[in-house]
T-cell receptor, first 109, second 116 residues
């Protein structure tokens, strides 16, 4: 079947630290992959996406590369800010959407 | 253009009452999803509509929950005989399809349901 597994949170980092949030997937076909972000008290919004193997999605300093060989789509940012504190969801789309369980990121000043 | 809208934004009801939650998807989007998000939790898939196909109801937690999508557009999620454990934020999302795959989902602001 299709599923997404992402690292458990919360992840707590100091400002300007490097961020990695791991995401791996299982899919029966060739899915598109997404990262969504939910800031405190707000709705879910698309952060970035990639539609085929080796594609790199990027937005707001965040990046993720679609790795077919490792079935992964890890989210990275070189220098996090307090304003990046949020819950991050990895997702895949094939016949429908499948979301991971979410990873809460806390960034301390 | 207009995004996904949901109404009401907040709903407070008494245990045992029925509630209806409404979702207006983005015009032209063939897919519509309902999710539930309890405080501090992840997304719980409820139901998925795609075009004229039979809906995927595999996530509905009990037969008290039902949903309709009229004319391939507006959707209503109905919860009968509400229970306190139904208290949550109910999210609606819509998307189109590209190359046979579901495309980017766009979420509404949600309806916060509180069952007293």
């Amino acid at each position: 079947g299709n599923s997404v597994t992402q690292m458990e949170g919360p992840v707590t980092l100091s400002e300007e630290a490097f961020l990695t949030i791991n995401c791996t997937y299982t899919a029966t076909g060739y899915p598109s992959l997404f990262w969504y972000v939910q800031y405190p008290g707000e709705g879910l919004q698309l952060l970035l996406k990639a539609t085929k193997a080796d594609d790199k999605g990027s937005n707001k300093g965040f990046e993720a590369t679609y790795r077919k060989e490792t079935t992964s789509f890890h989210l990275e940012k070189g220098s996090v800010q307090v304003s990046d504190s949020a819950v991050y969801f990895c997702a895949l789309s094939w016949d429908k959407f499948y979301f991971g369980s979410g990873t809460k990121l806390n960034v301390k000043p | 253009g207009a995004g996904v809208s949901q109404s009401p934004s907040n709903k407070v009801t008494e245990k045992g009452k029925d509630v209806e939650l409404r979702c207006d998807p983005i015009s032209g989007h063939t897919a519509l999803y309902w999710y539930r998000q309890s405080l501090g939790q992840g997304l719980e898939f409820l139901i998925y509509f795609q075009g004229n196909s039979a809906p995927d109801k595999s996530g509905l937690p009990s037969d008290r929950f039902s949903a309709e999508r009229t004319g391939g557009s507006v959707s209503t999620l109905t919860i009968q005989r509400t229970q306190q454990e139904d208290s949550a934020v109910y999210l609606c999302a819509s998307s189109s399809r590209v190359s046979g795959r579901a495309d980017t989902q766009y979420f509404g602001p949600g309806t916060r349901l509180t069952v007293l």
